[in-house]
């Protein structure tokens, strides 16, 4: 038996998953229902798998190496910036990883304005000569004001969300809220 958790936010995602099902039951003729049980289950399978597979290849950690590494090889210098002032351990997180790519990071610790610190990560990226900043800074829900002060006040060339699979549903309205930011 197959069971379709629904939720209001998820609804446009809910009807494409089900038009996707009858178009591809459509037209089928089923002796048993053991068979129809098993066309259904496959057929939503196939369905998920069609909706959740990106089209496009998105290893931002991969990307942000690549990107670090092209920067790199082109003599254009890369900075990071520790912007994700609320969540203990995330500066550290980010400095091994600016550590490990060989780039330098600005980080003003914690319980900072995520704003004021990629502000300030750009004014000393300029004063070093840096071309590039890299600004990691939180995207939860309760720091969406901050997220949006820090492009208002900063302009960034390219803003991405990068979601986690344990908040489920929830997804889909951090996703529709972060672009409306």
């Known amino acids: 038996m197959i069971f379709i958790l629904w939720n209001s936010q998820a609804e446009e995602i809910a009807e494409k998953l089900c038009e996707s099902v009858a178009a591809s039951l459509e037209g089928k003729k089923l002796a048993s229902i053991t068979r129809i049980s098993s066309t259904v289950q496959t057929a939503m399978e196939e369905a998920l798998v069609r909706i959740l597979t990106p089209r496009c290849s998105n290893d931002i950690l991969r990307d942000v190496h690549a ?3 092209w920067h790199q090889q082109h003599n254009i210098n890369v900075m990071m910036a520790a912007c994700d002032t609320f969540r203990f351990g995330v500066v550290e997180q980010l400095q091994t990883h600016a550590r490990r790519l060989q780039i330098p990071i600005f980080e003003k610790g914690y319980e900072k304005d ?3 610190v990629a502000k300030e990560a750009i004014q000393e990226a300029t004063r070093n000569g840096s071309d590039v900043v890299l ?3 939180a995207g ?3 720091l969406m004001r901050a997220l949006s002060k820090l492009i208002y006040l900063n302009s960034p060339d390219l803003v991405l969300f990068v979601g986690e699979a344990l908040v489920e549903n929830d997804a889909v309205d951090q996703l529709m809220k ?3 930011v």
Do not use: E, L, S
């Open 67 to 69: 990107v670090a590494y």
């Open 114 to 116: 995520p704003a004021i």
């Open 135 to 137: 600004v990691d800074t």
């Open 140 to 142: 939860r829900m309760q």
């Open 178 to 180: 972060f672009n409306q």
